[in-house]
């Protein structure tokens, strides 16, 4: 199992910056995969962007060239670097981890960009 809590949501206004990280129970040394979702009120989940164990990533279209995702073996936490915000980035975003068979998810942490 794998706990995931996240952190470095808010309010910002557009054009602005934020960095989420999302602190994991474990190592994350040997999850396969971990990526981070949003999920707009009304909408449904969306994949953002999600790094493999090997560091191959992917982003959401919609993100490419302004979100940046990384992830820290040592302080076992992922990083959602967030620039160039613009208000349709508001949602609730989720960590996730796919280890053992299972998919694990954090609590959400709000971002809110104003126009």
């Known amino acids: 199992q794998v706990h995931l809590v996240e952190s470095g949501g808010g309010l910002v206004q557009a054009g602005g910056s934020l960095r989420l990280s999302c602190a994991a129970s474990?190592?994350?040394?040997?999850?396969?995969?971990m990526g981070w979702y949003r999920q707009a009120l009304g909408k449904q989940r969306e994949l953002v962007a999600g790094m493999t164990r090997g560091s191959n990533v992917d982003y959401a279209d919609s993100v490419k060239g302004r979100f940046t995702i990384s992830r820290d073996n040592a302080k076992n936490t992922l990083y959602l670097q967030m620039d160039s915000l613009k208000p349709e980035d508001t949602a609730v975003y989720l960590c996730?981890?796919?280890?053992?068979?299972?998919?694990?998810w954090g609590q959400g942490t709000q971002v809110t960009v104003s126009s």
């Open positions: 996730n981890a796919r280890a053992g068979g299972g998919y694990y």
């Open positions: 474990r190592s994350i040394f040997s999850i396969n995969y």
